[in-house]
């Protein structure tokens, strides 16, 4: 039986040369051979590591012709997907897909919260809001983002929903990650204050179709806020 760690070792390798571009979809990638001889390991170790990049989708071996690679859209492990988008040349469509995935999640989530959310809840919310102000006044960037996340947890919670919490988690430092680096537009941050006390304002008069209204705008004006202060200052790899 081949070690664990060394199957692990040779699959995390071989994921880091596709996310860097080494291997584009459709491409083939080593066969056990070389594999075993880059990793000084045996072709029964090379042989599990192709099987767990497998089972994830990453790869599909095609018999008589050698293993290739799938485009990232089949791929079905999460932890993956944030490697190829957050580190991979392709950082750009996925901060888009980010907002995109937030979108379909958040306006739902927002929808539920509306009738479900208590006093309490909305206290902790408008608290957050007063927060976000106080930090953008004294220019606190990390206190900023600390209350936006906290921000929208105290609605994903009020959704009375527990899976939409969970399936948002595991992207939970890529969020923070990107809302540092949008949240230090100043122009962002009074745009997000505006929005989210109208989320509050929303939530606050328990109407379902204002709230998820009004989360959707918020989801447009960040959208809009990435494109014009973010992604338009940045060139893609073709350009």
């Not at 071996?61 to 190829?84: D, K, M, Y």
Request: hydrophobic share 45%; charged share 25%; net charge negative.
């Amino acid at each position: 039986m081949a070690r664990r760690s060394l199957v692990v070792e040779v699959a995390d390798e071989l994921l880091d040369r596709i996310v860097a571009g080494e291997f584009a979809p459709g491409a083939p990638v080593p066969g056990e051979l070389d594999l075993a001889a880059r990793h000084d390991v045996s072709r029964m170790t090379v042989r599990e590591a192709i099987k767990t990049l497998t089972a994830q989708n990453i790869l599909r071996v095609e018999r008589g012709r050698g293993t290739f690679v799938n485009p990232i859209n089949h791929w079905s492990s999460l932890h993956a997907v944030l490697r190829a988008t957050n580190e991979g040349a392709d950082a750009r469509n996925s901060a888009v897909q980010l907002i995109e995935l937030r979108r379909m999640l958040e306006t739902g989530a927002s929808e539920l919260a509306a009738e479900r959310i208590t006093d309490e809840e909305l206290s902790e919310l408008g608290a957050i809001v007063d927060e976000m102000r106080d930090a953008h006044a004294a220019g606190d960037l990390r206190r900023f983002v600390e209350a936006d996340l906290a921000f929208h947890d105290v609605v994903l919670r009020a959704s009375g929903n527990p899976f939409v919490a969970v399936l948002l988690e595991p992207l939970s430092q890529v969020l923070a990650e990107r809302r540092s680096e949008t949240s230090a537009v100043p122009e962002i941050q009074e745009h997000a204050i505006e929005m989210h006390a109208a989320i509050c304002a929303a939530l606050n008069s328990h109407d379902p179709e204002a709230a998820r209204t009004t989360m959707d705008a918020h989801m447009q004006q960040t959208l809009d806020d990435l494109r014009t202060y973010i992604l338009a200052g940045q060139q893609s790899p073709a350009e």
